[in-house]
């Protein structure tokens, strides 16, 4: 089963910023489209950004020009940078494979709220 470990969720006030950080298996990470995930209450499952392995990125219509997604290989790891955060961005973050893999990681809670 592969292992998604997410990190650095806050709670934040409106226009604030946050990095989260994805550490996964090299074996996914290093040979695949890598993509974050958000999940709101009492709603599905989206697509937040994806980066592929030549660093090519794509970002759903509501982040663009606020996130950022970024990968450094010789950590393993997926970054999301988050600026002039919103409270409708308030969610559980996920990191997975780009198209996903059944595992998912626990998660972070990003809570935007003054």
């Known amino acids: 089963q592969v292992q998604f470990v997410e990190s650095g969720g806050n709670l934040v006030q409106p226009g604030g910023a946050l990095r989260l950080s994805c550490v996964a298996p090299e074996t996914i990470t290093r040979s695949n489209l890598m993509g974050w995930y958000r999940q709101a209450p009492g709603k599905q499952r989206e697509l937040v950004a994806n980066?592929?392995?030549?660093?090519?990125?794509h970002y759903a219509d509501s982040v663009k020009s606020r996130f950022t997604i970024s990968r450094d290989n010789s950590k393993n790891t997926v970054y999301l940078q988050m600026s002039s955060l919103k409270p409708e961005d308030t969610a559980v973050y996920y990191c997975?494979?780009?198209?996903?893999?059944?595992?998912w990681g626990q998660g972070t809670q990003v809570t935007v709220s003054s």
């Open positions: 997975n494979r780009y198209p996903t893999l059944d595992s």
């Open positions: 980066i592929n392995t030549d660093d090519t990125t």
